[in-house]
Each structure stands twice: as structure tokens, then as C-alpha cells.
């Protein structure tokens, strides 16, 4: 079906001018829809969730309609109240013309669109300082925001996102499968990450262990926090909206610390191919924590915040353990523009893991003195 025949299924008013490819997402394809009327203009995403990833999409859709109903019900109390210096945002589904959530097109692929966030932007590496402050405010807000909600609520997303013991297995049965040993035999530089994995297996366990013992409680996550979810005011440059809430779900947040300081404190990118710019910032780290802990530190126990070094070190490594893995089986989950993509995404997080590593003294330091 033709994109545009398709977003004519949803229920937006004026004509469209303008449908084109949108943002970096790895995972849905996602494309921006203009459309303009005699007064005014009205641009909305529209996104096509990947059924490779997420198998029941419209679990992710009455997850997101769960999710904004209450999100958007507390934004609008406070503003009312009246309490904050800013607009804090979040998206708002667009509904169809049959009034359901979501379009689902001949080929069984199923579309959404949603609003978009308007004079604002995110970005794909942290700016500085000041905007790591605001990326830690806008994620320790949105903690705020979901912290009430009824885990009950919402049906798991992804089972096995973010336990990386789960990844730990799954790499270890890609290993045993021949494609895989081929390209581990081919390159020295996948044997040197699969060394790197060996020499941390009992990482992956670690916020598990804490889970298991009592000291670490699930809350509501928003599972994908990096820095080009989180949304900057183009007018006043403060955090305004979290977006990509596909994964949003009962876990720790810990893992949303963890993913957030992975992505805002790696100011290379994702994508960068000289491993010596990847570097763990701790300025960025500083500022981030400010700003996240203005707005959550209320609810951090002691035990909370024993495991925050944990979850920075964690992150990375779970993070370059799912595109190694991905690269060995044949790149079927990330989306990927060349044979080597996630080869390469692995080595820059698992830099960025040595990185911490080698500064564990000083990020505890920051993180005692939150
Ligand atoms: C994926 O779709 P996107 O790009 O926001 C992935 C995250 C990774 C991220 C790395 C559902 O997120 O877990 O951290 O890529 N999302 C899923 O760029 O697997
Ligand atoms: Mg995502």
C-alpha cells in the first residue's frame, strides 16, 4: 500500500504536503507527515512497528494507550497547579478513522501515528553540559510521571529486554552455531570482543543478584532512554518530553540510569569508528546525575543508589553483548546498513565500558555525592 493511501487511514484534518523518512531508530521506520490546512500546519509521526522485534504490536499499542492516558492526566494536574517553570510534553496517539490506535495494512504490518512534539529537538550525541542536566531532568521527571502507574496496566513488551543474563545465553547459543564460528574465526577484532565478554561473564548478573536478594525493587522503566529519546525545548533548551515509549514496563531503573549515562556521556556516538574518541565523559556524567536527581532523587533508597556505579559499568556491556551477538547471527534485529555495523556498535560500547571502568574511583566519587 501506498504511505500516503496508508496515513489517509488516520484520522488527521488538511491535506498532506510532505510524508518522508524521519530520525535514527534502530528498531521501527518511522516517517514524518505534514499536513497543512488554510490556517494552520500539523505535523505527526507515522511508524511502522517491526513484528521481528515486538511480535504482538498491538500489545505495544494498548501499553502506549495505557501509558499516555495516565501520563497525560498527571501532566495536565501539574500544570494546573502551576508548579513548574516549564512545558513538560509527551505524545498523543492519532487516532484512526475507525477509531482504533492503530492501522494494520494488507501485508499484516501494523502503523501508528502519533503527534509530534513541536519546537523541539533531540539529538544523537549530548551538546554539553547544560544538556546533559536536562536529559537527567527529563528522564528523572518521567520516572515521576510513570512511578504511580499500575504495573498491572501493562502487558510485558519485549520478555527479556534488559536481563542481560538472557543476552548471556543468547550469545552463548549463537556460538555454538557454524556462521558464527566463522566470523569469530575470520577477525581478530571479534575474537578480542569475545575475550572482552569472557572476562566479564559474572557482570551480567550483577543487578540480577540484587533483584533476587531483596535490595533492588522493579518500578516502572521506560527501557530506552538514550539521548535521542529525550526532547530539548528549541526555545528555552530545557528537557521537555521523553519519547520511543515502546518499552516502557515494569523493570528497574536503574537500567534506564544505566542506558541514559551509556548514550549522553559517549559524546563519539554510536556509530563511531575511531575507538580512541570513545571516551566515558565525566562532566557529562556530573551534569546528568544533577539533573536527574532534582527530580527523583526523592525516591532513590540507599540500596538504590549502592548499584548506580553497577548499572553505568552494565549498560554498555549489555548493550555491546546484544550487537555482537546480532552481528554473529546474521544482523536480524538491528537494523543495519553494512555487514559490519554491529561488529563496530560493539566495539564502541564495550570502549565505553573499559572507559568506566578505568574511572571507577572518580564516578563513584560523583555518585556519593549525589
Ligand atoms: C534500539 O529503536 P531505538 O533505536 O530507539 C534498542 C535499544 C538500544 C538502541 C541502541 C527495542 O533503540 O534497546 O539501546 O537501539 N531498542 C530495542 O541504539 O531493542
Ligand atoms: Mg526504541
Known sequence: MELSVLVNRFNVKGRLVSLQPFGNGNINDTFLAIYRNTFTETQVILQRINRNVFPEPEVIMANMHEITKHCHEKLEADARAGT??????MPRIVKAKDAKDYVVDDNGETWR??????SAHAFDVAQSPEHALECGAALGHFHYLISDMSPQAIRDPLPGFHVTSGYMQDYDATLAKTGARELLGASMEAKRLAKFI??????????????????????????????NNIMIDDVTGKGTAMIDLDTVSPGLVHIDFGDALRSICNPAGEEETNLAKVIFDEDLCTAFC???MREAGAFLTDA???????????LPFELGLRFFQDYL???????????EQNLN???????????????????RHVLERL
Open 304 to 314: 538504590d543508589r549502592a548499584y548506580l556505579y553497577d548499572s553505568i559499568r552494565l
Open 290 to 292: 544533577k539533573g536527574y
Open 198 to 227: 569472557e572476562e566479564r561473564r559474572d557482570l551480567a548478573h550483577c543487578l540480577e543478584k540484587a533483584q533476587a536478594a531483596g535490595e533492588l525493587t522493579k518500578r516502572m522503566f521506560h527501557g530506552d532512554p538514550k539521548v
Open 113 to 118: 501515528l502519533i503527534t509530534r512534539i513541536l
Open 329 to 339: 547471527n546474521g544482523n536480524v534485529y538491528f537494523k543495519t546498513t553494512q555487514p
Open 84 to 89: 513548574d517553570d516549564r512545558v513538560w510534553q
Open 345 to 363: 556498535r560493539a566495539r564502541v560500547q564495550f570502549r565505553l565500558c573499559e572507559s568506566i571502568e578505568a574511572r571507577e574511583r572518580s564516578i
